[in-house]
Nanobody, 125 residues
């Protein structure tokens, strides 16, 4: 069965960096679209970054130029490099996957069926 396990979260000061990882198993990693979402307390889950099977990427406006999504098909692992972190980036971060996600759904919660358990990122000012 599909399994996604996030890691790499932690506490950093504003301006710092973190790299999140999502270890995938139970499916053909290179054939699925992948994404990162986040959810802060009291807020809806929002799409942060997505990468399609053709390598194309999409980012939320709030993270463009600061976050980079990538994947290593040999390691079945998805990454999110986060630089210039801000307190507003504080949230639980989740990876998600599904097959053939429509381009307009790649940063939408409804576009994905499989989810990990999340890793907490806390940015202090």
């Amino acid at each position: 069965q599909v399994q996604l396990v996030e890691s790499g979260g932690g506490s950093v000061q504003s301006g710092g960096s973190l790299r999140l990882s999502c270890a995938a198993s139970g499916f053909t990693f290179s054939s699925y679209d992948m994404s990162w979402f986040r959810q802060a307390p009291g807020k809806e889950r929002e799409g942060v970054a997505a990468i399609a099977t053709d390598g194309s990427t999409r980012y939320a406006d709030s993270v463009k130029g600061r976050f980079t999504i990538s994947q290593d098909n040999a390691k079945n692992t998805l990454y999110l490099q986060m630089n210039s972190l801000k307190p507003d980036d504080t949230a639980m971060y989740y990876c998600a996957t599904d097959r053939a996600v429509s381009p307009w759904n790649r940063l939408r919660y409804s576009g994905y069926y499989y989810w990990g358990q999340g890793t907490q990122v806390t940015v202090s000012s």
